[in-house]
């Protein structure tokens, strides 16, 4: 536990004081809940009463904990008292959500909850077809007269950017209480993982995944936002032959793989492209294509492959040996199926048949590994797109178990490790899109080419197949539709 929380400085964050002002006008805040008014006395004679309005509901006040507060940036991680500030405003917009959805029930709207809108993004809100049953009591709000809080706690994960600045929270909550009614207690429990960004000045929630129970009802539900992109995306993914202590955009590159997407199928693609392919380049006359990097960074590059392949790309991505170690490092090793043991002494590689994890060193060994396999560069590039998808077995199976906590590490080691032209703020949004994308139904190739010799050196001739994939690539982000 973190000092900040051991000291007893604890982030107490309360209702807007606009719902409390609305709670004084006409609730009650005591520690017992009076229970339903009497009916009136009938009349005899004389025309009839105009009903008395019904009497207002008791609501208590909602007291947010903020039990463990931690950050981690382009810099490192955050020390907790750098974050105070954003904790307590994340604070207010949990406090907010709980008490319009539980604690208030002046905020209930009868089971509709009007006013919960307002907390969430756009992309997010709960409506068109989005229940909000599972983010507030639904139809347990008709039943009862009050929900007395019990405990309230969030945990805290900031991403931060280069600056220090927190630009995503997450927040793990636990709410428990005890709903009021005519027919007595009933015991409800809420657990919560939020995702949230700062927009326009306040802190919004923009994906959750939630679990409750309200008076004997069971109810979950889910949201994560997809890719802005409505058509396909394409990201070139570069890993640099450089070793420690040189530059990453100055050497030349040792893997080359196009990412394609399809947000509306939901569907992903990986396309290598050898090493040694025999390739025009802007500028440069014909040379094998990881020259072009050495030659002119990532922007020659990627005018080289989008001048071979005819895609436009949205974004690249470039590391190099000890890169690609640290962001396995950080993301605590991959999981992946291997078809067939891996030996490979000049790669240092050493590795079995079957489902094994690889931790950064093994990692890096497996995508170098090319000796040991028959088609030597074209096996190592498929390798390559292996790893790829087994990264994104693994996202996917942390992001399952901590929710958006488990892509921090991940956006903070990217950010940490690649050069590319994508934010902080935009590796994250990716990674958050990401877990929707079934590893299984990603489809993985090489493109086709013959070896030969161009200038007394070994080059691959790509065949006419090649282009083929390209162009069908291109049509949709995906291989084979």
């Known amino acids: 536990m973190t000092r900040f929380v051991r000291s007893a400085v604890w982030l107490r964050a309360t209702a807007l004081a606009a719902v409390v002002a609305m709670l004084a006008a006409g609730c009650t805040a005591d520690n017992e809940v009076a229970g339903p008014a009497a009916p009136a006395e009938p009349t005899t004679g004389g025309p009839s009463p105009e009903p008395s309005p019904s009497p207002p509901r008791p609501a208590f006040e909602l007291v947010v904990d903020v039990r463990d507060l931690r950050g981690e940036g382009v810099n490192g991680p955050i020390r907790p008292k750098r974050l105070r500030g954003s904790a307590a405003a994340v604070a207010e917009t949990i406090t907010e959500l709980y008490s319009i959805g539980f604690v208030d029930p002046a905020a209930w709207g009868g089971g509709s909850f009007p006013a919960l809108g307002r907390l969430f993004s756009a992309s997010a809100r709960p409506a068109d077809g989005r229940p909000v049953r599972s983010l507030t009591l639904g139809r347990a709000a008709r039943e009862l007269e009050a929900v007395k809080p019990r405990r309230a706690t969030v945990d805290l994960r900031f991403l931060a950017d280069a600056k220090d600045r927190p630009i995503v929270a997450v927040a793990t909550v636990r709410f428990d209480g005890v709903g009021f009614s005519t027919d007595g207690r009933r015991p409800i429990r809420h657990d919560g993982r939020f995702t949230l960004r700062r927009l326009n000045g306040r802190w919004r929630i923009v994906s959750y995944d939630v679990r409750a129970r309200a008076v004997g009802e069971k109810t979950t539900g889910s949201f994560v936002p997809g890719l802005p992109a409505r058509g396909p995306m394409f990201v070139l993914v570069i890993g640099s032959d450089a070793r420690p202590g040189q530059s990453v955009s100055a050497t030349r590159a040792d893997a080359i793989h196009i990412v394609g997407v399809n947000p509306r199928k939901g569907r992903a693609s990986v396309l290598g492209i050898p090493r040694d392919s025999w390739v025009p380049i802007p500028g440069g006359g014909t040379d094998k294509i990881n020259a072009a990097l050495a030659r002119g960074g990532p922007d020659l590059m990627v005018q080289t492959v989008e001048r071979l392949t005819g895609i436009s790309f949205d974004a690249y991505v470039l590391t190099g040996f000890q890169g690609f170690q640290d962001i396995v490092a950080a993301i605590g090793g991959v999981d992946i199926v291997l078809p067939f043991p891996v030996r490979d002494r000049w790669a240092h590689a050493r590795l079995d048949k079957g489902k094994t994890h690889l931790t950064a060193r093994q990692a890096l060994a497996f995508a170098r590994a090319r000796h040991a396999l028959a088609d030597g560069d074209f096996?190592?590039?498929?390798?390559?797109?292996?790893?790829?998808?087994?990264?994104?077995?693994?996202?996917?199976?942390?992001?399952?178990?901590?929710?958006?906590?488990?892509?921090?590490?991940?956006?903070?080691?990217?950010?940490?490790?690649?050069?590319?032209?994508?934010?902080?703020?935009?590796?994250?949004?990716?990674?958050?899109?990401?877990?929707?994308?079934?590893?299984?139904?990603?489809r993985t190739d090489v493109v086709p080419g013959r070896v030969g010799s161009a200038g007394g050196r070994s080059v691959v001739f790509l065949s006419s197949a090649a282009q083929a994939r390209f162009r069908d690539l291109a049509r949709d982000g995906l291989l084979g539709t």
Do not use: E, K
């Open 379 to 442: 096996g190592r590039s498929r390798n390559q797109g292996r790893f790829l998808v087994a990264a994104l077995a693994t996202l996917r199976t942390s992001f399952a178990t901590r929710g958006g906590a488990a892509l921090i590490p991940w956006a903070a080691a990217g950010a940490r490790n690649l050069r590319t032209d994508l934010t902080v703020s935009d590796i994250f949004d990716l990674l958050l899109a990401a877990p929707a994308f079934d590893p299984d139904r990603v």
